[in-house]
């Protein structure tokens, strides 16, 4: 899982879009971050224990500080998709993917629609983007750092 989510990490680190909002807005620690998000994959996937913390609050906070769009969640998307279909295939691979999906869906709703809905219903100046839709990530310019394949027990490699 490691090999993973750190090649995704680079991904998004490297993108113009999201590298702000990990960096500048959230002041993400990678030593700290990436055995977090390690831990939440392993949970989600292979439900295996040790994640135990509340992934919506802490994207509340960064939507908070600086307001996120659905452009982001589909790059996120992209990022993510790209990275596991060039390491990994197999069923368990799929399972991320569709995973990753509805995830990515998921945290759009709450963070665009749901939660600025209930903030104004109770009073609250809702904090966040417009809700059109922002355009989907230019794929030409989201690029492999690595090409080498890794393996996961329990993950056919891709050969390539």
Do not use: C, K, N
């Not at 509340?60 to 600086?66: A, C, F, G, H, I």
């Not at 996120?68 to 368990?92: I, K, N, S, V």
């Not at 691979?93 to 209930?118: D, G, K, S, T, Y």
């Amino acid at each position: 899982m490691s090999e993973l989510v750190r090649a995704f990490y680079a991904r998004l680190l490297d993108d113009p879009l999201m590298a702000p909002v990990f960096v500048d807005v959230a002041g993400v620690d990678l030593s700290h971050h990436l055995p977090r998000i390690e831990a939440f994959w392993r949970r989600m996937l292979f439900r295996e224990p040790g994640y135990r913390r509340h992934m919506i609050a802490h994207h509340e906070r960064v939507q908070d500080l600086q307001p996120l769009t659905r452009a982001h969640f589909q790059r996120w998307q992209a990022h993510f998709l790209f990275t596991l279909d060039e390491r990994f295939h197999g069923p368990e691979a799929e399972r991320a993917a569709r995973l990753a999906r509805r995830i990515a869906a998921h945290m759009a709703h709450w963070l665009l629609e749901e939660r600025p809905r209930r903030l104004a219903a109770a009073g609250a100046e809702a904090v966040g983007p417009s809700l059109d839709a922002a355009p989907g990530p230019d794929s030409s310019r989201i690029r492999a750092r690595s090409r080498e394949s890794v393996s996961y027990p329990g993950w056919p490699v891709r050969s390539r």
